[in-house]
T-cell receptor, first 115, second 111 residues
Framework: AQSVTQLGSHVSVSEGALVLLRCNYSSSVPPYLFWYVQYPNQGLQLLLKYTSAATLVKGINGFEAEFKKSETSFHLTKPSAHMSDAAEYFCAVSGSHLSDYKLSFGAGTTVTVRA | DSGVTQTPKHLITATGQRVTLRCSPRSGDLSVYWYQQSLDQGLQFLIHYYNGEERAKGNILERFSAQQFPDLHSELNLSSLELGDSALYFC??????????FGQGTRLTVV
């Protein structure tokens, strides 16, 4: 079984400041890890994914995340926040085989960006 | 555009009724997943189909059922609806690499 915990349900940052969203996972099998973004009244868009290759993963819109097995973490960062980054972000985990690709999501973190 | 199409976008229905949500996956994807997003439960996995066969079940109520057809589109049937079934229902499709692409969702309101 897999699960994720997102630390902090709300994060507020100033435009141009670092964005850091925390995610810790639990998995009994080698995990695949994902970050998704959801804008109001929209579906989920994949930001980036870890599938057991490089531990530092770069995604779209300037986001990146680092897989740290020793800390069971997969935190999401962006060096400089933009107003368009205001959205809800979800960390998710799955297994690494076809029969176990279903996603388990965290509770989500809402990001607001102050001008 | 993810390539996954869900219809309808919005649905308002009364308690006790039955509705069908439809999902067309990305071209070539054999897997279809259904998820429910609600304020109290968050995003929860409901069911997974692969090439017409059920592969995994999550927190899906007995009043809910799904199927995947030979053309790979899928339908989620919700019956004896209750107020608590009001939620956003997402369909996602994936290829064999495990990356899921989500549709825009169907917002179900039960009144």
């Amino acid at each position: 079984a897999q699960s994720v915990t997102q630390l902090g349900s709300h994060v507020s940052v100033s435009e141009g400041a670092l964005v850091l969203l925390r995610c810790n996972y639990s998995s009994s099998v080698p995990p695949y890890l994902f970050w998704y973004v959801q804008y109001p009244n929209q579906g989920l868009q994949l930001l980036l994914k870890y599938t057991s290759a490089a531990t530092l993963v770069k995604g779209i819109n300037g986001f990146e995340a680092e897989f740290k097995k020793s800390e069971t973490s997969f935190h999401l960062t962006k060096p400089s926040a933009h107003m368009s980054d205001a959205a809800e972000y979800f960390c998710a985990v799955s297994g690494s085989h076809l029969s176990d690709y279903k996603l388990s999501f965290g509770a989500g973190t809402t990001v607001t960006v102050r001008a | 555009d993810s390539g996954v199409t869900q219809t309808p976008k919005h649905l308002i229905t009364a308690t006790g009724q039955r509705v069908t949500l439809r999902c067309s996956p990305r071209s070539g994807d054999l897997s279809v997943y259904w998820y429910q997003q609600s304020l109290d439960q968050g995003l929860q996995f409901l069911i997974h189909y692969y090439n017409g066969e059920e592969r995994a079940k999550g927190n899906i109520l007995e009043r809910f059922s799904a199927q995947q057809f030979p053309d790979l589109h899928s339908e989620l049937n919700l019956s004896s609806l209750e107020l608590g079934d009001s939620a956003l229902y997402f369909c996602a499709s994936s290829d064999n690499r495990g990356e899921a692409f989500f549709g825009q969702g169907t917002r179900l309101t039960v009144v």
